[in-house]
């Protein structure tokens, strides 16, 4: 069974500060790995995608993947309130369009 | 990136009706598109796999005679969930792959509340 895992939160960071969010994964043969932020209320909007090795970096968001490690997380720098939402990690194991599984999420709450 | 538009965003119906929701790729053809649900506070459940011209995958536990799916064409597909039951109250969000990279773009989601 494929897992993705996260700490649900809520994570609290005072706005300017770097926000840092986990996931780990269960399937060792995944190939691509996305952030999502979904708003209350509202559908996942896809804000970084990751698929080798390393850091990605993308204006404040940066992503990080150490497959060997099974493990990805999201850096957002200069955190604003408006980054408050929950963050879903989301990987997709078979390269091809058989959907991705989701972690649970981890709500982010920027602090003013 | 790529645009997938549902509809509707919001229904209410009576418990025993019938309820379609819509998901369209408006700049994309979209052959396999993916229904998901999601409860308050929970994650995203992926539901079905939508492929045009042929007949949708269920995951596990999911009822395909509950939840009827028909992708007719390349970019629309459609949720039926018939026999609706208050249980059945929750976000339906559907979403098509972008060619060769496999990130999924979402629809705006549908919120059903069966009375």
């Known amino acids: 069974q494929k897992e993705v895992e996260q700490n649900s939160g809520p994570l609290s960071v005072p706005e300017g500060a770097i926000a840092s969010l986990n996931c780990t994964y269960s399937?060792?043969?995944?190939?691509?790995f996305f952030w999502y932020r979904q708003y209350s209320g509202k559908s996942p909007e896809l804000i970084m995608s990751i698929y080798s090795n390393g850091d990605k970096e993308d204006g404040r968001f940066t992503a990080q993947l150490n497959k060997a490690s099974q493990y990805v997380s999201l850096l957002i720098r200069d955190s604003q309130p408006s980054d408050s939402a929950t963050y879903l990690c989301?990987?997709?194991?078979?390269?091809?369009?058989?959907?991705?599984?989701f972690g649970k999420g981890t709500h982010l709450i920027i602090q003013p | 990136g790529a645009v997938v538009s549902q509809h509707p965003s919001w229904v209410i119906c009576k418990s025993g009706t019938s309820v379609k929701i819509e998901c369209r790729s408006l700049?994309?053809?979209?052959?396999?598109m993916f229904w998901y649900r999601q409860f308050p506070k929970q994650s995203l459940m992926l539901m079905a796999t939508?492929?045009?011209?042929?007949?949708?995958?269920?995951e596990q536990g999911v009822e395909k005679d509950k939840f009827l799916i028909n992708h007719a064409s390349l970019t629309l597909s459609t949720l039926t969930v018939t026999s609706a039951h208050p249980e059945d109250s929750s976000f339906y969000i559907c979403s098509a792959q972008g060619a060769g990279t496999g990130e999924l773009f979402f629809g705006e989601g549908s919120r059903l509340t069966v009375l």
């Open positions: 700049d994309f053809q979209a052959t396999t």
């Open positions: 939508s492929n045009e011209g042929s007949k949708a995958t269920y």
């Open positions: 399937d060792r043969g995944s190939q691509s």
């Open positions: 989301a990987v997709n194991s078979g390269g091809g369009a058989d959907g991705l599984t």
